[in-house]
């Protein structure tokens, strides 16, 4: 496609996207959905300079107040891959005066706003909470996330899988603390791969993982993934159990649900039983009440975790939508802390950085149960179940995970023992 006429798809991107009325991932997929003409360069150009904005919104946009033109087009060529160069003539004579000012600014020089390109409301607790790494945090939430695998340990073994993707040209690491794990250095398109279509590998990040480490299910349990979403958690904790015992996948969106059954499929698993809730509160969860070796609650929260791979959340979100959440999360665990039985272990997680909805509502929960639960210190639990440099990941007796600490996305969990 010529050079001008994909800025231009780049700006009428972009001008979708700014609106905030969806998630970005679902505005650019249609987006591109619309363009099936265009070249794999190309969509992933558009891709990549759409969410290059979103990383950094205040900055770009404060840079683009000098230029002329649509402020997408401005916000497009400051944020393109390669930069405005690679789209050689687009630029017109007075873009790329403009363009040669902007290169001139001190951006370290600008304020911190500008800097972290976060909205205040979200900046002040992380600054608080992280001091001077406040800013490594920035830099890795600027970044792309990596590409992590689970290799699923009913099909393959990590060292076969990592020599299989070397014979295809793909090369990975094992993940630091998760045994199941592989990083890879790039994002080839895994689909086309024969250890794919078996089962044999699955998307998952190291963080997801140690979530199910830490569940630490064992053969011939019941289990429940109770926030089970599309089952990436299930069908870690269903290879765990060696496909033996029983594992409810519970979720309220059935929609997400069935985005578990082909993925079920490959995965070779026959004990996990997929379930739509009404409510937390639903029937299901009565009839199961005490009967529960395991628990798993990731439960819904605002995201702010995975700011590396869905930058818009920090835009979509609000104070007032985190604190809602917390009520919900608090309410989520509650109900399902009623499957257990004695012995039991509950797990509460979520993939956001915020305190409110994480230590605050474990805690909540722990002194509102301290007769009925009992706190498992994460490192205990995580020595338990042989994960690798287990101090490294927790802060206290929880775990914590941050991006520029661990490569991961943000995860926070607490563990229980029903006494």
Known sequence: MHPNALLELGAELLHEL????????????????????????????????????????????????????PLERRLALLAWPGGAAALRQAPTE????????????????????????????????????????????????SQPAPLDLRVNGLKARRDEVQR??????????????????????????LHHLELYAQGAIE????????????????????????????????????????????????????????????????????????????????ERIKRLAGKIDRVLIDAPCSGLGTLRRHPDLKWRQSPKAVAAMAVQQAAILASAARLLKPGGRLVYATCSLLEAENEAVAEAFGSAQAQAFEPVPALQALEAAHVAQPAALTQGPYLRLWPQRHGTDGFFAAVWRRR
């Open 203 to 282: 998307v998952q990040d190291e963080g997801s993982q140690l979530l199910a480490l830490l569940t630490d299910a064992k053969r011939g349990e019941m289990v429940v993934d109770f926030c089970a979403g599309a089952g990436g958690k299930t069908l870690a904790l269903g290879a765990a159990m060696r496909n033996t015992g029983r594992l409810y996948a519970f979720d309220t969106s059935a929609h997400r649900l069935e985005a578990l059954k082909p993925r079920l499929a490959r995965s070779g698993l026959s004990n996990v039983h997929p379930a739509a809730l009404a409510h937390e509160r639903d």
């Open 18 to 69: 700014l609106k905030f009325e969806q998630p970005a991932d679902a505005v650019v997929s249609a987006f591109l959905r619309g363009h099936r003409s265009l070249g794999a360069r190309d969509r992933h150009a558009l891709s990549e300079t759409a969410y290059a904005v979103l990383r950094q919104r205040l900055l770009l946009q404060h840079l683009a107040q000098g230029g002329a033109g």
């Open 94 to 141: 007075a873009e790329q005066a403009w363009l040669a000012q902007v290169a001139q600014v001190d951006r370290q020089a600008l304020p911190e706003r500008l800097r972290h390109n976060l909205p205040e409301w979200l900046a002040t607790p992380l600054q608080a909470a992280l001091g001077a790494e406040f800013w490594p945090l920035v830099e890795a939430l």
């Open 164 to 189: 299989a993707l070397a014979a295809a040209g793909i090369e990975s690491a094992p993940t630091p603390h998760s045994p199941w794990g592989l990083r890879l250095a790039a994002k080839p398109a």
